[in-house]
């Protein structure tokens, strides 16, 4: 079953531009969202994550907004710039809180 | 500092023949995790381990796969006989103790595999 759903699968933004993805989840166990970036030709990296008792995280660039009603959470990216094209991945952990569940992926092109 | 190491990167095999990937985690990780990736079914988890005990198998897809860790710093996964279906990128990870609720998944570079 698809415990975390995203969407879109792609985004075309202008360089400067805010790209925005979001994600549904399922579980209101899940306590911890965080989000992934993938090059080609590499595996996934850890690029920010949110506790459900906070709303909204920043990390330079990147901000991760939650809606524990809605059970949403979303990537904001300021400023994109061409290298952060790459396909960026939702995840929450699984039921058994031992192992992650990705989404299915949203491949973001920053064009200049 | 080393990370995951995958081996072999690339793999192109013929169909019905056996493969074997392997896996070393980074030093100090005690949960190590097997996902396979493709276009239609995108990243999936196969199988985890922790403390090189297999915790979660429902990943795998049938007993044409299996997946040993004999110890903290060894992982393998195997095919046999492997499929046309099989084709696709596998990654390791490995995470710090306390599990990825409490800390992020590394991965490695992933081995392609192309079964003909």
């Known amino acids: 079953q698809q415990q975390v759903k995203q969407s879109p699968q792609s985004l075309i933004v202008q360089k400067g531009g805010i790209s925005i993805i979001n994600c549904a989840y399922e579980?209101?166990?899940?306590?911890?969202f965080p989000w992934y970036q993938q090059f080609p030709g590499k595996g996934p990296a850890l690029l920010i994550a949110?506790?459900?008792?906070?709303s909204e995280k920043k990390e330079g660039r990147f901000t991760i907004s939650f809606n524990k009603s809605a059970k949403q959470f979303s990537l904001h990216i300021m400023d994109s710039q061409p290298g952060d094209s790459a396909t960026y991945f939702c995840?929450?952990?699984?039921?058994?809180?031992?192992?992650?569940?990705f989404g299915s992926g949203t491949r973001l092109q920053v064009q200049p | 500092d080393a990370g995951v190491i995958q081996s072999p990167r690339h793999e192109v095999t013929e169909m019905g023949q056996e493969v074997t990937l392997r896996c070393k985690p980074i030093?100090?990780?005690?949960?190590l995790f097997w996902y396979r990736q493709t276009m239609m079914r995108g990243l999936e988890l196969l199988i985890y381990?922790?403390?090189?005990?297999?915790?979660?198998d429902s990943g795998m897809p049938e007993d044409r796969f299996s997946a040993k860790m004999p110890n903290a710093s060894f992982s393998t996964l195997k095919i046999q006989p492997s499929e046309p279906r099989d084709s696709a990128v596998y990654f390791c990870?490995?995470?710090?103790?306390?599990?990825?609720?409490?800390?992020?998944?590394?991965f490695g570079e992933g081995s392609r595999l192309t079964v003909l």
């Open positions: 990870a490995s995470s710090f103790p306390g599990g990825p609720g409490f800390g992020e998944l590394f």
């Open positions: 579980n209101t166990a899940f306590d911890y």
């Open positions: 949110i506790r459900p008792d906070v």
């Open positions: 995840a929450a952990p699984d039921t058994g809180r031992r192992a992650l569940t």
């Open positions: 030093s100090g990780h005690n949960s």
């Open positions: 381990f922790n403390n090189n005990v297999p915790i979660d």
